[in-house]
């Protein structure tokens, strides 16, 4: 059973507009929330974070948002670029430590 | 330029070989970590180490060995006893601060090493 969960496998998105990319969770107990991008035979980059006790991180264009009510969280990236282009996870902590994983959004920014 | 070096990037291996994955880091970080990536899945933990000569399981340890005699480097051995081993690995290394300060650890990643059994 998957404890975080990405439930769009892809999303398309034209260049300067906004990708907003989802994950739900199951565990009351995640407590700090990351994002990675990942390009293709690369590693994954990390992103952005976000603890629980905050709703909102902002980073230049991106973005993220909580809602520990719902287990809901949401990466928005504004303005798009064709360079956003990549596989983004999304990953949960209870310990700092360990984390669990999302199977992962990719996203085509379209020029 | 710190970083983390997987090595093979790619490696082909018979059906009941044992096969050994590097991974170096020059971050001096004390935490390195093993996943894996399949297709559809999020990347699975398969062994991590906080320390030198110390390491523990992850969620999907059958099949697969460590060692962590330097900190600098966490090899992984995937065994014939691994009944699925096509896979993507994933190396990772972190710091332990975030995690002792209230937030987490940021986990640098490798480029990966993709290994196909035949």
């Known amino acids: 059973d998957q404890q975080v969960k990405q439930n769009s496998p892809s999303l398309s998105v034209q260049e300067g507009r906004i990708s907003i990319l989802n994950c739900d969770y199951t565990n009351s107990m995640f407590d700090y929330f990351l994002w990675y991008k990942k390009y293709p035979a690369e590693g994954p980059t990390f992103l952005i974070s976000i603890s629980s006790i905050k709703d909102k991180n902002e980073d230049g264009r991106f973005t993220v948002f909580l809602n520990k009510s719902a287990k809901h969280l949401s990466l928005h990236i504004v303005p798009s670029q064709p360079g956003d282009s990549a596989v983004y996870f999304c990953a949960a902590t209870s310990t700092g430590q360990n984390f669990v994983f999302g199977p992962g959004t990719r996203l085509s920014v379209l020029p | 330029d710190g970083g983390i070096t997987q090595s093979p990037k790619y490696l082909f291996r018979k059906e009941g070989q044992n096969v050994t994955l590097s991974c170096e880091q020059n971050l001096n970080h004390d935490a390195m970590y093993w996943y894996r990536q399949d297709p559809g899945q999020g990347l699975r933990l398969i062994y991590y180490?906080?320390?030198?000569?110390?390491?523990q399981k992850g969620d999907i340890a059958e099949g697969y060995s460590v060692s962590r005699e330097k900190k600098e480097s966490f090899p992984l051995t995937v065994t014939s006893a691994q009944k699925n081993p096509t896979a993507f690995y994933l190396c990772?290394?972190?710091?332990?601060?975030?995690?002792?300060?209230?937030?987490?650890?940021?986990?640098?990643f490798g480029a990966g090493s993709r290994l196909t059994v035949l």
């Open positions: 990772a290394s972190s710091t332990l601060q975030g995690a002792l300060l209230g937030g987490a650890n940021v986990l640098t």
């Open positions: 180490s906080q320390i030198v000569n110390d390491f």
